[in-house]
């Protein structure tokens, strides 16, 4: 069954190794393919987006994900993990989820995961800085 993605006009896609960009139009594609690798714009991210140890790491899984050689970035993916959970051992069941998918070879399911820490990290920052600007004020 082939996937039917809508594109917004100039919005971007990965499909395999390709990046396609649509024109000023919707536009609809139908997609066949076994295990060919899709991204959507709004799920892509870029060196200079990933601002953050947890957006790093969904970077990585992002690369494995659309490689024709995932192993190729399991390195740099474990050391930010390491670092990750160093800092915020509070992370490790997310993360767990995301090198459960890695190791199955659900590369898609783990960037799923990987959107969920990074979702978790902004909350995580959110709420020190709340706690700050409560200091702040009170002081």
Not at 78 to 102: G, H, K
Not at 114 to 119: E, F, N, P, T, Y
Request: glycine fraction near 2%; charged fraction near 25%.
């Amino acid at each position: 069954m082939a996937l039917k993605v809508e594109l917004k006009p100039h919005e971007r896609i990965i499909i395999g190794n390709c990046v396609i960009t649509n024109t000023d139009q919707r536009a609809r594609l139908l997609i066949d393919g076994d295990k060919v690798p899709i991204l959507r714009e709004k799920d892509i991210l870029t060196p200079e987006t990933a601002n953050t140890p947890a957006k790093l790491i969904y970077l990585a899984v992002q690369l494995m994900y659309i490689s024709p050689d995932p192993l190729a970035n399991h390195r740099t993916y474990f050391n930010l993990v390491r670092d990750v959970v160093t800092v915020a051992p509070s992370a490790w069941p997310l993360i767990e989820n995301i090198n459960t998918s890695i190791l199955n070879g659900e590369l898609y399911h783990a960037l799923k995961e990987a959107k969920k820490l990074v979702a978790y990290e902004k909350e995580l920052l959110d709420e020190a800085r709340d706690k700050r600007a409560g200091k702040t004020e009170a002081a």
